[in-house]
């Protein structure tokens, strides 16, 4: 998942030519350098970081906010730390998601030339006009596909497919239930369901029952007037985005045979985040005839250009609530923490 680098960005010392554009030594970034809410958000003149080897200098388009990024901001759970810094962040600028046009090319890096249109998933930096990525996140653009479509998916489409197809696997008929389906990684999950063929049930609350409906669920159940656990049917996926239900629950819905994806679980441990549930859940069905599966979502070139070629095709049409500039990241950020954000927040920086 870590394929930017912005934590230490260093003055650009370009050589220009008449084909690279010269970047300038500062730009405007939305910059977190505590661990804290949204108050912690700045917007500030910080160093254009420099196209390092096997790098490239990506002008950001898009990108847009997810739940990754709220709890870098947080660093919260506290086993987060271990990876984004122990007592401040390591990386300032967060912002895994971006679609943009490649400005700089580092050292080594065949790949990508300046110009080329990509999109991909990196650690951070996307809240910014410029950034620095690794190749092996990014993919070209697919014609057609807007960079704000684009912007819209990395990290949401790629947990999506992940769960489904990877570790779902998911096949044409099968029934599949989506536990939290109005939200970043729902909103791309009901999507992605269908177009592997699958019949959809989507949970999610009253006000976005029509949203969720209108991205193709074949049944949407309200959770705040029905239990999807009480309602009698049975599924051969449970894609759970939330995991506020016991392992007995889930089993009981299940169909033999059946995969249950863990993509969340309930934050109220601090320091471990869902970890003590998702064990629980995992010990439970060692008894069950049903299987049990939980995985962290990270970028590969084969999912982000299966994720293009959806958005190229329509079948995929990224939910966009509203856009906003790098003065909203800090609002954006905060109605993330709420854990009832609805679809995609997007982020344009310049
Ligand atoms: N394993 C991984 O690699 C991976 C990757 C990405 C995200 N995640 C995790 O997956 C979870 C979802 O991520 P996200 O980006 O989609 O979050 P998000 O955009 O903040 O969406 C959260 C959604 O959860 C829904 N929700 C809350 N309580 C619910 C309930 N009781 N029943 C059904 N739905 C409920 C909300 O819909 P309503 O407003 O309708 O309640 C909201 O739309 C997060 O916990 C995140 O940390 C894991």
Request: include cysteine; hydrophobic fraction near 45%; glycine fraction near 12%.
């Amino acid at each position: 998942m870590n394929a930017c680098s912005t934590a230490a960005p260093t003055s650009v010392e370009p050589t220009p030519d008449e084909h690279t554009p010269v970047a300038p030594s500062t730009m405007r970034a939305a910059v977190a350098r505590s661990y804290g809410t949204a108050e912690v958000v700045a917007v500030e003149e910080v160093p254009t970081p420099a196209a390092a080897s096997g790098e490239v200098l990506v002008s950001v388009e898009a990108s847009s906010l997810n739940a990754l990024d709220w709890h870098f901001l947080t660093g919260t759970p506290y086993l987060i730390r271990l990876v984004g810094g122990l007592r401040h962040p390591r990386r300032v600028i967060h912002g895994a998601d971006v679609a943009g046009t490649v400005v700089a090319v580092g050292a080594d890096v065949t790949a990508f030339e300046v110009g080329d249109r990509v999109f991909g998933e990196c650690g951070g930096g996307g809240f910014a006009p410029l950034l620095t990525a690794k190749v092996g996140g990014l993919v070209p653009i697919p014609s057609g596909v807007t960079f704000e479509a684009a912007g819209a998916t990395p990290v949401a489409g790629l947990t999506a497919l992940q769960g489904l197809r990877t570790h779902g696997a998911t096949t044409p008929g099968e029934h599949v239930l989506i536990n939290g389906a109005a939200g970043s990684v729902g909103t791309f999950s009901v999507q992605i369901a269908k177009a592997l063929g699958a019949e959809v049930t989507a949970v999610c609350s009253t006000r976005n029952v029509d949203m969720v409906a209108r991205l193709g669920a074949d049944h949407v159940v309200d959770y705040t007037a029905d239990d999807f656990v009480e309602g009698g049917a049975r599924f051969d996926v449970m894609l759970d985005n939330v995991g506020n239900r016991s392992a007995a629950e889930c089993i009981s819905v299940l169909r033999p045979g059946a995969r249950y994806v863990a993509v969340s679980g309930p934050k109220d441990n601090r320091w471990l985040g869902p970890i003590p549930h998702v064990a629980r859940t995992w010990f439970a069905f060692r008894r069950a005839d049903a299987t049990f599966h939980q995985f962290t979502a990270s970028p590969n070139h084969a999912d982000l250009e299966f994720l293009g070629e959806l958005l190229a095709h329509g079948s995929v049409v990224p939910e966009i609530q509203r856009t906003i500039g790098l003065d909203g990241v800090a609002d954006g950020l905060a109605e993330i923490g709420s854990a009832h954000a609805r679809a995609k927040i997007l982020v344009t920086p310049t």
